[in-house]
Every structure is written in C-alpha cells, then in structure tokens.
C-alpha cells in the first residue's frame, strides 16, 4: 500500500509579498471566502475580563511592513500623550457576526498575508494601510475596530490607532483559545456548563459540529478522537513539542490541533464549530477520498485518519513512537494452517499434528465479524432483528475459535492489550452489484467488560483487563432494519440513482459519548455553576451528538442502535 503524500509545513506555504499590503488595486472578484455577511452593527459590551494577557502587548509579526511599523511607533507615541480614545467605537462591535472557523483569507486578494478581520461585520480584509482593501472596506462601511489575525491586536480605521482594552479578550478567547494544566485536568469531568452570547448552556467539548452537506460521516470520528483524553490533551497542551513550530507539524497537524481547541472552548459565543478548515486538508491529503458532498465510510477515516497523523507526528513501527501507538497499538498473534477436510468432522478444523505458521502483528482497532442474518418472522408475518452478545463476536480472539480464508484456516489471539481499544463491528459486505447491510443489534453492558479471555500472557493488574464504554458509533436508516439491498459505504450518488433510491433513504450517522466520572457513591452529588449559580448533577451521562444536534439521552438509548464503532477505556484510566 502507497504512502500518503505528505503535506508541507504550514511555515512552508507559499506567501505574498507583504509590500501589497498597502498597494493593491481592487480585484474584480467578490468572492467572500470566510462566509461572512453584514449583520447589525452594534453589540453589547461583555463586563468580565477573562483572564489573558491583554492584547496590545502580543509581539508583532514578520508579516507585517515596514510602513505599518513606523505608524505603531507613532501610535504608541500618540497613546503616551493622550489615552481618551482608545475605547471610541468599541460599542459598535458585533460579536454574533464574528467567525473565525474559516481559513483566514482576504475576502478580495484571496491572501493570507497580513489579513485583518472587521468586527462590526466579520469579513476579512488584507492590510490596514492607505488604500489597502481594510481601509478601503472602513472607510466605505464607517466600520471602525479590526482585529489583526496574526498578531491579535486590535485597530480602529481608517485613523490607525491601536486599541488596548481588556473587554476585547473574550474575542481573542474565540479566535485562539489557550488551555493551562489546570484546564485540561477539569475536562475530562464533563459537569462544568458555559454559556454563549444568547444565554444558551452548553458543555465544553460535548457541542455540534457543522455539515456541510454530507459529512457527517466524518464529524462522528471528529468527536470520536477528540474524546480520547491522551488525545485531546496532546493537541490542547501548549506544551506539547510535536506542535511546536520548529517541529515543523504539518497542515493537517495543525487544522486538527486548531479543531480541538475551538471544540473545547469553554468561552465560545456560540456552541458550535465548523470542521472547514480541516476537511478541506482532508480532502487534499487523501487525494479526494473524503468529500463533504458525498456519504463515505466512517471506519475507513478514522483508519487512515490515525495512520496519517503517527506518521505525520514522527512515528515509526517501534512502540509507543507516538501519541497514536501510545494510545490505540495492541498485539495480536494469528496463526495459520492449510485446510484438510477430516471425515469426522462437519467442517475444517486445525491439526496440531500439521504445521501450523504463526505470526504477531500489531493492530490499532480490532474487526468483529458478526453472524449471517436469519430470516424469522414473528406470528405477524414481521421481521424480527436478531441480536448477539458482545462476548459472542469477541471470541474470535480466544484462540481457539478457527476462521476460513480460502484454502487456510486462521485463529487469533491477543498478547497486549491498548490503553484504549476501538472495536469495528462489520456490517456491511461488498460485491460487484451492492453493499449489504447487516441490522443485527449488538449487546453489551457500558461498564465492565473483561477481556481476560482473550488474552495470553495475561497482565498482572486485573483492571488492567477490563474495559469501560467511552464513546459508541452508530447508523441510522429511514429503510426498513432488515433490508439490506443498495446501502452501505461506497455506494455512489449516482450509483443510488440509479437503485431508484432517495434523500430520505441514506445512511446518517451519530454518535454517544460518555461526559463525566462514574460516582462511586448512590448519593447524587451536584455542583454549582461558576457563571451563575445554577446547580448541575455529578457523575456520568451519556450526550448524542448528530451534526449540530446535541442532546443528553438515558444510557438505554446507547443499546439501541446499529453499532459500527466502539471506543473502550481501560478501567484503571477511567478512573483517573
């Protein structure tokens, strides 16, 4: 199998002269590239001052000329003189208009250079010099405060001036949020509440994500790896040297790392984001593969999702050479035999007697095969779903259980176990002519289940055998559960046209995951909200997330749908 192109370092992407900044003549185009559109042009003032360094004293970039240098030093000079002016027009700031999910383009020169957004209206505007498209736009619009992109400080136009204030952090919050130890360490408890601009509570972490048109299918594994705690953490730690800029990540490093941090946002102005910027890198980096105009294969993204992001990150085939393997490698040992067919026996069966070949692999999720789907019919002439324990399709890895491939018979058995176990349950099988849907629901317990069984030699802690349910993905279908006919992954728009297919019959996609700590204790324990007092339970719940829809649902509703992907956690990190 070919390597993944890799994509250059974001501090290798091509730049334009920063000496257009002030130069450039007006494009003909019109294209707004950052999704913006006028709105009203005045908002509310936000009176608490979070706590981040105010914003006049960020360094200020290379990106900026030599012209807009020189009038910073005259700015500073001016604000020494005389300070009266520095808080006119920030009452004209309309904070439900801004957005920065997109990437950070002039909406006229398309550049990334030196890009500034207004915040009365929240488009994006190359330079802030005489006849720049910035100016331009404030003088034309009478819209004053700007925000320069890059080195987060903030402007009034067309006079130049440069405006310190510590009511405009909230914004900076929104457009790079910044995470400490101490914040990291409370996530994980799911139980703190934020509010957005309209006084709507919501969770940090546990919010919706945009569709864009069918992309569904990948905002479930969005959520899926960016609830792993190791993970999580790896991208939202300022600390973490893979991220560092003289590491040189790549694009698709930092799009996700930019992800998890606005996902996690405890200070958003409103509780949802938009995965943009990252499945554009996406789609780039898997030459087309995964579109958000056409329904796709959760379980092929998130496996090359994970392989593309350890090698991105440096690693190799050793062990634990990255956040990936720490995470998600596990041992599997697979042994091998030609089939004979015995008399006495019904079906082939392995012959210690006969050689028998045995290779260790590693894996980072593991494939359950589940049964053929019988046919019974209830006294109403209506289907039944079948279902089948957890325990059942996992026995494929006892070692004993035998499994035919052509003309070899296989068995498996695990020798290491992951810190985090993802499971692929096989619904769907492919031929020439269609993608069968398997309907059978798979049972299991959300806590506790022992994979002792499964593995030799087995480890000396036994939690360290046992596993808890983080996050189960599942499929939905306006079709009747137990047909099978035309769905599935890989099955084009053209291809369902032409099976007479709909809208209303394609696949959707969510998924469940785990907010919170288990409480030990039968007493429910609350907690008060820091904002304004109100009172939320402790403990464990269970949160659906579909596109923008969130919902918190009884642990039931986990049981209830057609498990694709499961994500376990090992008890002893579960309760950490």
């Known amino acids: 199998m070919s390597s993944t192109p890799t994509s250059p370092p974001a501090a290798k992407r091509q730049r334009i002269d920063p000496s257009l900044e002030a130069t450039s003549s007006p494009s003909t185009s019109t294209q707004l590239v950052n999704g913006h559109s006028n709105g009203s042009s005045s908002a509310p003032l936000v009176s608490s001052a979070p706590e981040l360094p105010i914003a006049s004293t960020s360094n200020a970039a290379p990106d900026e000329s030599d012209d807009d240098e020189e009038e910073e030093q005259q700015i500073k000079h001016q604000e020494e003189d005389d300070g009266t002016h520095r808080d006119m027009y920030l009452d004209t700031i309309s904070r439900q208009n801004l957005d920065f999910d997109f990437e950070r383009l002039c909406s006229k020169s398309l550049s990334n250079i030196n890009v500034y957004a207004c915040l009365v209206c929240g488009k994006y505007f190359q330079g802030r010099g005489r006849g720049s498209w910035a100016y331009r736009h404030a003088v034309g619009e009478n819209h004053r405060v700007w925000l320069n992109l890059s080195t ?3 402007y009034v136009l067309p006079e130049g001036y440069l405006v310190s204030d510590p009511s405009l952090n909230d914004i900076l919050h929104v457009l790079n949020p ?32 945009n569709n864009i048109k069918k992309n569904d299918y990948l905002n479930v594994i969005i959520q899926l790896l960016l609830h792993i705690p190791p993970i999580r953490n790896f991208f939202l730690d300022p600390n973490t040297p893979e991220l560092k800029e003289e590491r040189k990540p790549t694009e698709l490093v930092m799009r996700l790392a930019v992800l998890a941090k606005r996902l996690w946002n405890p200070k958003l102005f409103k509780s949802q984001i938009s995965p943009h910027e990252f499945l554009q890198e996406v789609n780039k980096r898997s030459n087309g593969k995964f579109k958000t105009t056409e329904q796709g294969d959760p379980v092929e993204f ?17 062990k634990n050479s990255s956040i990936i393997y ?4 596990g041992q599997v040992q697979i042994q091998t035999q030609q089939v004979i067919i015995h008399k006495e026996y019904s079906r082939p069966v392995f012959d210690i007697g006969r050689d028998i070949q045995t290779v260790s692999s590693p894996f980072l999720f593991l494939a359950l095969d589940l049964p053929a789907t019988p046919l019974f019919t209830d006294v109403n002439e209506k289907k039944i779903i079948p279902q ?75 939690m360290h055998t046992q596993y808890d349910l983080l996050s189960n993905v599942t499929l939905d279908t306006t079709k009747a559960s137990t047909e099978t006919s035309g769905l599935g992954p890989g099955i084009t728009a053209s291809q369902k046209k032409k099976n007479g297919e709909n809208e209303e019959n394609s696949l959707t996609w969510k998924i469940h995951i785990r907010a919170g700590k288990n409480q030990d204790t039968n007493s429910s324990a609350k907690i008060k909200n820091e904002n304004d007092g109100e009172e939320e339970e402790e403990g464990e719940k269970w949160i659906e997330l579909q596109d923008l829809r969130v919902e918190k649902v009884t642990p039931e509703i986990v049981f209830l749908g057609e498990t694709v992907i499961q994500v376990w956690e090992r008890r002893d990190l579960s309760r950490m």
Do not use: C
């Open 178 to 209: 910044r995470y400490t130890t101490k914040d990291l360490i409370k996530l994980s408890k799911g139980n703190q509440l934020s509010y957005t601009l309209g006084n709507q509570p919501y969770r940090s972490g546990y919010i919706g994500i």
């Open 326 to 329: 720490k995470s998600f490698q």
């Open 302 to 318: 998130l496996s090359w999702l994970i392989n593309t992001l350890h090698r991105d990150l440096g690693g190799n085939k050793k």
């Open 152 to 154: 987060e400080k903030f």
């Open 388 to 462: 089948v324990p957890l325990s059942t399709i996992l026995a494929k890895f006892d070692g004993k259980t035998t499994q035919e491939f052509g003309p070899t018979l296989k068995r498996h058995h695990l020798t290491m176990l992951p810190p985090y176990l993802i499971l692929h349950i096989k619904r769907f099988t492919k031929n020439n002519f269609v993608s069968e849907r398997n309907p059978t629901i798979v049972n299991f317990p959300l806590r506790g289940v022992d994979v002792s069984d499964y593995v030799d030699p087995k480890p000396s802690d036994p």
